[in-house]
């Protein structure tokens, strides 16, 4: 059965450091990895996907991930947080096929001060 | 183009009563999903549609949760009766047709269900 493995259910970082939220996965074929934000009093809005191809992976608001198959990660970084980068964070994980259901991780709240 | 959209936004129900949740997917989206989140832990899936057809209802907790999609469209949820571990958030979800490969799901913004 496949796993999703957030590690920190809470994660805070000044303002303008480095962001990094780690995310392991266990599959037992290969998977399509998905990284979702959700802001305060929003929905689920996808960051970045890797679905093939280049393991790095580029999203939206400055986030990038890089799949890592040797070592079953999908950490998500961004370089310098923003203020607006307060959010809650979740890693997922799909086979893909005819159902192609979402396994979440437990999510990780970022807080970023000042 | 206009996102999924769930109602209502918010339910407080008693313990015994009914509710029912709908769901509105992105217009032309063959798939959709229900999934919840209990709190404090992690968003599990429910049961997923193509069209009007249940494709997978692993997910769903037991048999108090009824889920629908007539002719294909807007979807609804039903708990009956309600029970206090019914309690979450629950999120609706769509796609396009999976042959597609896109295997991007649009979330809505969730339905927070409480049961006392």
């Known amino acids: 059965a496949q796993s999703v493995t957030q590690l920190g259910s809470h994660v805070s970082v000044s303002e303008g450091a480095l962001v990094l939220l780690r995310c392991n996965y266990s599959s037992s074929v290969p998977p399509y990895l998905f990284w979702y934000v959700q802001y305060p009093n929003q929905g689920l809005q996808l960051l970045l996907k890797?679905?093939?191809?280049?393991?790095l992976v580029k999203g939206i608001n400055g986030f990038e991930a890089e799949f890592k198959k040797s070592e079953t990660s999908f950490h998500l970084t961004k370089p310098s947080a923003h203020m607006s980068d307060a959010a809650e964070y979740f890693c997922?994980?799909?086979?893909?096929?005819?159902?192609?259901?979402?396994?979440f991780g437990t999510g990780t709240l970022l807080a970023v001060q000042p | 183009e206009a996102g999924v959209t769930q109602f209502p936004s918010h339910s407080v129900i008693e313990k015994g009563q009914t509710v029912t949740l709908r769901c509105d997917p992105i217009s032309g989206h063959d798939n959709l999903y229900w999934y919840r989140r209990v709190m404090g832990k992690e968003i599990k899936f429910l049961l997923h549609?193509?069209?009007?057809?249940?494709?997978?209802e692993s997910g769903m907790p037991n048999n108090r949760f009824l889920a629908e999609r007539t002719g294909g469209t807007y979807s609804t949820l039903k708990v009956q009766p309600a029970e206090l571990e019914d309690s979450g958030v629950y999120f609706c979800a769509s796609s396009q047709d999976l042959r597609v490969q896109s295997h991007e799901q649009y979330f809505g913004p969730g339905t927070r269900l409480t049961v006392t």
């Open positions: 997922a994980v799909s086979r893909g096929g005819a159902t192609n259901k979402l396994i």
């Open positions: 890797y679905t093939t191809g280049a393991t």
């Open positions: 549609f193509v069209k009007e057809s249940k494709q997978d």
